[in-house]
């Protein structure tokens, strides 16, 4: 076989985990048995080149394979895992203020869109972050996106939608395209103009809509600010129809749509995302056996956010008959002050295992294969040749542990773009 210059190797682990698809699985977000299949190659070894994966297999073959180039980087994972950089495809990362005053009447039992109805809640949220400047506001999701980094994730889907308002929503999108470029963690930007209905349009959700439609959209759009466009589609908040027409029009303009679907109340939000066509539908705790199989057809990713059920005190998503109705499943933190204050994503894994009986291997697939997918990335989630160099090396012995440790699984080093980024549970100040 031809050899082939390499930049990075990492050797020394216990296992290597591909989450390479098993030949002959269908191309597209991996569903049924294919969320079982990790491609755990014992003692493997993993060789970079400019940021792409140019060798994975056993380390005495790809030692064999690579030609080291002058100054490469040789990674000794010490007997860890090396998995895929995770992906945390659902987070409200870009806030400022807490809400602990919130958390307080959730426990005495006022419900969340009460407290949302009474100008609470989100809005609360709202007031803070226009308030905070675009500095401060970078500076807060600079820290949280190290803390993640720290977690192993290397990319993280950010939503907008504290602002509200045209000038608010433009600072939000414009701070994370400035730390996308100051920090080594990708963002995939999310517009989420449609988070809430603000107070200056309150009893108009309507005009609402109507304002994101004609003036906010095509700004995104021409100033190719996010990726993404999401609406919280729920009761109290926006309905199916003004859900449709507005993410209708973004598609119109070519962005990717999805859709925070049935979290509340069963509205029909699982099957209006296969209508049309949406990358993933996120929370669906009651969702339907119609809108899954809807979904599985469509091949749209449910993004399951068990930390936000926890946190809720509301029963978790059916994960295992979704799975059996053949819906790709990926799991998110869902990060955000109100609703899941939880930022780990190794957590989040362990509570689907506990708390959804999902399987270990099912749940790694969920934060990397499937969830690289629902973000639109298919060349982030598998270690595979060609693909972006992104990968984690856990402290453990097997992959089983990190679910197992529920969110305590030691990460030793991250490599990001094929650049050591964390070293020995550090993370380096410039890579
Ligand atoms: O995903 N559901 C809507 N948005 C968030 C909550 C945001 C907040 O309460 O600030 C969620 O749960
Ligand atoms: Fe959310």
Same mark, same amino acid.
């Given at each position: 076989?031809?050899?082939?210059?390499?930049?990075?190797?990492?050797?020394?682990?216990?296992?290597?985990?591909?989450?390479?698809?098993?030949? %002959?699985?269908?191309?597209?977000?991996?569903?049924?048995?294919?969320?079982?299949?990790?491609?755990?190659?014992?003692?493997?070894?993993?060789?970079?080149?400019?940021?792409?994966?140019?060798?994975? $297999? +056993? +380390?005495?073959?790809? &030692? %064999?394979?690579?030609?080291?180039?002058?100054?490469?980087?040789?990674?000794?994972?010490?007997?860890?895992?090396?998995?895929?950089?995770?992906?945390?495809?659902?987070?409200?990362?870009?806030?400022?203020? #807490?809400?602990?005053?919130?958390?307080?009447?959730? =426990?005495?039992?006022?419900?969340?869109?009460?407290?949302?109805? *009474?100008? $609470?809640?989100?809005?609360?949220?709202?007031?803070?972050? &226009?308030?905070?400047?675009?500095?401060?506001?970078?500076?807060?999701?600079?820290?949280?996106?190290?803390?993640?980094? =720290?977690?192993?994730?290397?990319?993280?889907?950010?939503?907008?939608?504290?602002?509200?308002? #045209?000038?608010?929503?433009?600072?939000?999108?414009?701070?994370?395209?400035?730390?996308?470029?100051?920090?080594?963690?990708?963002?995939?930007?999310?517009?989420? %103009?449609?988070?809430?209905?603000? +107070?200056?349009?309150?009893?108009? *959700?309507?005009?609402?809509?109507?304002?994101?439609?004609?003036?906010? !959209?095509?700004?995104? *759009?021409?100033?190719?600010?996010?990726?993404?466009?999401?609406?919280?589609?729920?009761?109290?908040?926006?309905?199916?129809?003004?859900?449709?027409?507005?993410?209708?029009?973004?598609?119109?303009?070519?962005?990717?749509? &999805?859709?925070?679907?049935?979290?509340?109340?069963? !509205?029909?939000?699982?099957?209006?995302?296969?209508?049309?066509?949406?990358?993933?539908?996120?929370?669906?705790?009651?969702?339907?056996?119609?809108? #899954?199989? /809807?979904?599985?057809?469509?091949?749209?990713?449910?993004?399951?956010?068990?930390?936000?059920? !926890?946190?809720?005190?509301?029963?978790?998503?059916?994960? /295992?008959?979704?799975?059996? *109705?053949?819906?790709?499943?990926?799991?998110?933190?869902?990060?955000?002050?109100?609703?899941?204050?939880?930022?780990?994503?190794?957590?989040?894994?362990?509570?689907?295992?506990?708390?959804?009986?999902?399987?270990?291997?099912?749940?790694?697939?969920?934060?990397?294969?499937?969830?690289?997918?629902?973000?639109?990335?298919?060349?982030?989630?598998?270690?595979?040749?060609?693909?972006?160099?992104?990968?984690?090396?856990?402290?453990?012995?097997?992959?089983?542990?990190?679910?197992?440790?529920?969110?305590?699984?030691?990460?030793? #080093?991250?490599?990001?773009?094929?650049?050591?980024?964390?070293? &020995?549970? /550090?993370?380096?100040?410039?890579?």
């Amino acid at each position: 076989m031809r050899r082939v210059k390499a930049d990075l190797l990492v050797m020394g682990a216990s296992q290597v985990v591909t989450v390479a698809p098993p030949p %002959g699985t269908p191309a597209g977000p991996r569903s049924g048995k294919a969320m079982r299949e990790v491609g755990v190659i014992p003692g493997g070894a993993v060789a970079a080149r400019a940021g792409r994966i140019v060798a994975v $297999g +056993e +380390e005495t073959e790809v &030692r %064999g394979r690579v030609d080291l180039e002058p100054g490469a980087r040789v990674v000794d994972a010490e007997g860890g895992t090396v998995l895929p950089g995770l992906i945390d495809p659902h987070t409200h990362a870009l806030f400022a203020g #807490w809400r602990a005053d919130e958390f307080r009447l959730r =426990l005495r039992g006022v419900p969340y869109l009460e407290i949302l109805a *009474a100008g $609470g809640g989100i809005l609360s949220t709202v007031r803070a972050t &226009r308030a905070a400047s675009a500095g401060e506001l970078a500076r807060l999701l600079e820290g949280r996106l190290a803390a993640m980094l =720290l977690c192993g994730v290397t990319t993280v889907e950010v939503k907008s939608g504290y602002g509200l308002s #045209w000038p608010e929503e433009h600072k939000l999108l414009s701070v994370m395209a400035q730390v996308a470029r100051s920090q080594p963690v990708e963002i995939v930007p999310t517009f989420l %103009g449609a988070h809430a209905v603000p +107070e200056e349009y309150k009893g108009n *959700a309507d005009g609402y809509v109507e304002h994101i439609v004609r003036v906010m !959209l095509p700004e995104v *759009a021409r100033q190719g600010l996010a990726r993404f466009v999401d609406v919280f589609c729920d009761e109290g908040v926006f309905d199916l129809d003004q859900t449709r027409h507005l993410l209708s029009a973004a598609r119109k303009l070519g962005l990717g749509v &999805r859709l925070h679907a049935d979290e509340l109340a069963s !509205l029909g939000g699982a099957e209006l995302a296969a209508e049309l066509g949406a990358a993933s539908a996120d929370h669906l705790l009651r969702s339907r056996p119609e809108g #899954w199989r /809807r979904m599985a057809q469509a091949g749209v990713v449910a993004v399951l956010l068990p930390g936000t059920a !926890l946190f809720l005190g509301k029963p978790y998503a059916p994960a /295992r008959d979704m799975i059996g *109705a053949g819906v790709a499943v990926a799991l998110a933190t869902d990060f955000n002050p109100g609703t899941c204050p939880i930022a780990s994503l190794p957590l989040v894994m362990g509570l689907a295992c506990v708390g959804m009986g999902m399987e270990p291997e099912e749940v790694v697939v969920a934060v990397t294969a499937n969830a690289a997918l629902a973000v639109g990335r298919p060349d982030l989630g598998t270690l595979e040749v060609g693909k972006q160099a992104d990968l984690v090396i856990f402290g453990v012995p097997g992959y089983e542990h990190i679910p197992y440790r529920m969110g305590g699984a030691p990460v030793s #080093w991250v490599v990001k773009k094929g650049k050591v980024v964390v070293e &020995r549970g /550090r993370l380096l100040e410039s890579p």
